[in-house]
Every structure is written in C-alpha cells, then in structure tokens.
C-alpha cells in the first residue's frame, strides 16, 4: 500500500475537515469510525511513517494546523 495520504479539505460552517480522498479512506474511516480526520490524526498517521498531503487549495489552513499542533 502507498505511504502517501491525499486529503481534500473542506469548510464546514467555518471549520476546517479533512476528507482522505486516497485509496487509504476505507481503512482509515474504519480505524478512527468517522468521514474526516483532524490534526490529532494526521500527526499519528505522520508518526506511523505516512506522508498527509492536500489534494485542493487550503494550502495556508493545512500547514497553520500542522505547525499550531507541532508547536504544542
């Protein structure tokens, strides 16, 4: 199975969602029991040697996510 996990993000009443879009969403839908993931998961999946990339153009909002969550 590919390492690369490709997100879409979407707005949702002015919150960020991340949609996996990649062959990994079954798996990863099943494992966390919900459509979108948060910065919480895409550090573990990061963790777990995976490499979480953005599909579409929230660019800015995916890396101000990961850089607030890192920070930490």
Partial sequence: MNTKIEVEVKKNYGASAFYIVSE??????????????????????????FQVSEKNIYHKIFDQAKAIHENR
């Fill in 24 to 49: 990994h969403k079954g798996f990863i839908e099943t494992l966390t029991r919900r459509k979108t993931i948060d910065v919480n998961d895409i550090m573990a999946l990061t963790k777990l040697g």
